[in-house]
């Protein structure tokens, strides 16, 4: 049994697929079948239930899957550290990002990552908290920027930067002569996410109507709400970043009168060997977003 063998079998358990297990870990399916078969007949147990259509984990597998996990993340960590002991601010960096923030952070922080840590491969993995977390825990990623507060002792955070959130309303819309708009007149017509996205719950908790709101249209993107709303939808709230296309799909943008916004964070395993290169990364972030709200509220960086 080896480290190869072990990540073939992760791979399989995540794809439940022999073809696109194979094809993540960069093999031929004949040679990652050929593999597995070996890791039963050494363990002397069946790990997956075969038919033409799909494959799944047996129950044994199920048991000794925790396990291979920790095995794997565990040299994975001993790989890391010889490392960090080499250059702490060289090699992978697996950093997941939320699906409301990726499109709109990573095109700022991207350029100044290369440039000031040039020997970190940064490899973005964008999806929801739910999952992010998930990845996380079973060290699929190293990191992840979040816009939850994460209370859990075997994680760690850095506050990196607050983000407001801002009124997106059609040009002729009756609160788009306004000032600064208040939540609850968003309420009749919001358009929000679907579950399962942070954002959603946020923008509900902001418009003090939990459950009160458009459920004709929940949007599984910020892209396609911000594309309804230009169509004359319905409203939104944004986050700040994502002010500078909304603008140039011509929506209105307004502040809101009792102001909110979500906090965004870095988070990690507590026992991740490369500290220094998340702090290097933070820190960057953090400086590059630095003076952000102010800037989104009195309108000189709706740019980003």
Known sequence: M???????????????????????????????????????????????????KTVVPTAACEQLIGHVRAAVAEMGAVIDIGRSLRDPLAGRLRLGVIATLAPFLLPLIFGPLRQAL?????????????????????????????????????LLSQVLFCEPFIAALPPDHRLAGLAAVAETDLADDILVLADGHCLRDQVLAACRQHGTHNSAMQATSLMTLLNMVAAGYGTTLIPGLAAGVAQDM???????????GRTVRLVWRARFARRAALEAVGNLIATRLRGFAEGVTDGTEKKG
Request: with cysteine; hydrophobic share 45%.
């Open 2 to 52: 080896n480290l190869r063998d072990l990540r073939y079998l992760l791979a399989v358990v995540e794809h439940e697929h022999f073809g696109r297990a194979a094809e993540a870990c960069g093999i031929r399916q004949p040679t990652l079948s050929v593999q597995i078969r070996r890791l039963e007949e050494l363990l002397g147990v069946e790990l997956f239930e075969r038919t033409n």
């Open 250 to 260: 011509g929506i209105a943008l307004r502040p809101l009168a009792a102001p909110a």
């Open 118 to 154: 040039p020997g970190l491969e940064l490899e973005p993995w964008e999806d929801q908290t739910a999952s992010l977390l998930k990845r996380l825990r079973n060290h699929e990623l190293d990191a992840a920027l979040l816009a939850t507060d994460v209370l859990e002792p075997d």
